[in-house]
Structure formats: structure tokens, C-alpha cells
């Protein structure tokens, strides 16, 4: 059982705008940063967002994030069929002194 | 170019050890944290072990304490993952993932490498 909540599956048509929770607690997202991880089938999991809402290089627009209290969002908008991948948010949790994952988000772009 | 290339995933059996290791380019390897993380056939991501840059510091989760040890050589710029004890659940996909250098947080990864397979089975 994943420490972070993730919904098991969301999906959307091409075009359209999609959210993503992730929930936690005060020791693990209440109190530090989240990232966002996209692994599209048979790859390694790719950074997407860092710092709640910060994106790397490379990374489009369309993909944002955010945060409040003691849960996070990943929004997609502008869906396109190659976004169809698994997302995951991350933190650190003081409790646990570790790194915790989400269980996964799988998304369908119908 | 960042690289990072594991090596050392097999098929081993209950009870039995195995050693991965990563071989990082491309950046100052002592500078950074790095950790493993796993994921088991058709499952989500399980973090597994950090260490810091400079080696002073280790963490693991619940699941792997007392039996898997991390540690990096850092002029041979190689992370490695001793395994004991293993058990049917430790079989996954093995990545091991660099810290962000922009990141303010430990749990921001910036590169990956493409994973080594450990299965355990009789």
C-alpha cells in the first residue's frame, strides 16, 4: 500500500485537460516538495516536475503542478495521444525518513 | 551527456545475494545524491535506498533494512546495491536515479538509468 494516494486510472480525449491527486500527509507532502514522474510503456521513469510546480527543460507547458496543505495535482492539458504513460508524485516523509511514491496513475487519452 | 548504466540483475534464489552496480557519466559524480528505486513486474515504483554525495549518509525503507546495503566508489564514479537475504518480492527492475541538482527536494531525480532485472525464485 503506497504512502501517497494516487487515483489507479484517469482518462480524457485528445484535446481536453486532465487533473491527477496525489494525497498525503502533514510528514510527507504538508512539509516538502513534490515531484511528478511520466514512464510511458517499457521505459524508465522521466522527471516532469520538481519543486510542486517547477518544470525541467524540455518539459512542455502543457504539463503543470501544483500544491495545497497536505495533497498535490499534476495537470495535463492539450492531451495528446503519446501522453498515454503511468504518472507518479514523490516526496520526502520525515515520519518514514524515506523517499515515498504514489501508486501509480495510469492515463488513457481516448 | 548523463549516463547511467546498471549492471548485475540475474536470476537468484531465495536466500541468496547479489550485487548491482551503476555506472554514472557526465557530471561530478561526488556532487550528487543518488538512490535506488524498483518496480516489480506490472506494479508502481518502490523506492529502495539513497546515499549522499559524499557517502556519509544512508537511508532505506522499511522493506529492505538490515538487508540490502548501498554505496558508492566515487573515483571509479560507481554506485552499488549489495542485496542479502533475497526474497520472491525483491524481484523487480532495478534503476538507479541521480538527484536533481536544481531540486530542493530529495525526492526529485533528474536522470535514470534503464533498469537491471532481479528476479528471486527456486
Known amino acids: 500500500q503506497a504512502v501517497l494516494t494516487q487515483p489507479p486510472s484517469v482518462s480524457a480525449a485528445p484535446g481536453q485537460k486532465v487533473t491527477i491527486s496525489c494525497s498525503g500527509s502533514s510528514s510527507n507532502i504538508g512539509n516538502n516538495y513534490v515531484s511528478w514522474y511520466q514512464q510511458l510503456p517499457g521505459t524508465a521513469p522521466k522527471l516532469l516536475i520538481f519543486?510542486?510546480?517547477k518544470r525541467p527543460s524540455g518539459i512542455p507547458d502543457r504539463f503543470s503542478g501544483s500544491k495545497s496543505g497536505t495533497s498535490a495535482t499534476l495537470g495535463i492539458t492539450g492531451l495528446q495521444t503519446g501522453d498515454e504513460a503511468d504518472y507518479y508524485c514523490?516526496?520526502?516523509?520525515?515520519?518514514?525518513?524515506?523517499?515515498?511514491f504514489g501508486g501509480g496513475t495510469k492515463l488513457t487519452v481516448l | 551527456e548523463v549516463q547511467l548504466v546498471e549492471s548485475g540483475g540475474d536470476l537468484v534464489q531465495p536466500g541468496g545475494s547479489l550485487r548491482l552496480s551503476c555506472a554514472a557519466s557526465?557530471?561530478?559524480?561526488?556532487?550528487?545524491?543518488m538512490s535506488w528505486v524498483r518496480q516489480a513486474p506490472g506494479k508502481g515504483l518502490e523506492w529502495v535506498s539513497l546515499?549522499?554525495?559524499?557517502?556519509?549518509?544512508?537511508y532505506y525503507a522499511e522493506s529492505v533494512k538490515g538487508r540490502f546495503t548501498i554505496s558508492r566508489d566515487n573515483p571509479k564514479n560507481t554506485l552499488f546495491l549489495q542485496m542479502n537475504s533475497l526474497r520472491a518480492e525483491d524481484t523487480a527492475v532495478y534503476y538507479c536515479?541521480?538527484?536533481?541538482?536544481?531540486?530542493?527536494?530529495?525526492?526529485?531525480?533528474?536522470?535514470w538509468g534503464q533498469g537491471t532485472l532481479v528476479t528471486v525464485s527456486s
Open positions: 519543486d510542486n510546480n
Open positions: 514523490a516526496t520526502w516523509d520525515y515520519g518514514l525518513i524515506s523517499v515515498v
Open positions: 536515479a541521480k538527484e536533481g541538482g536544481y531540486c530542493s527536494s530529495i525526492s526529485c531525480y533528474e536522470y
Open positions: 546515499i549522499t554525495g559524499g557517502g556519509e549518509n544512508t
Open positions: 557526465g557530471f561530478t559524480f561526488t556532487s550528487y545524491a
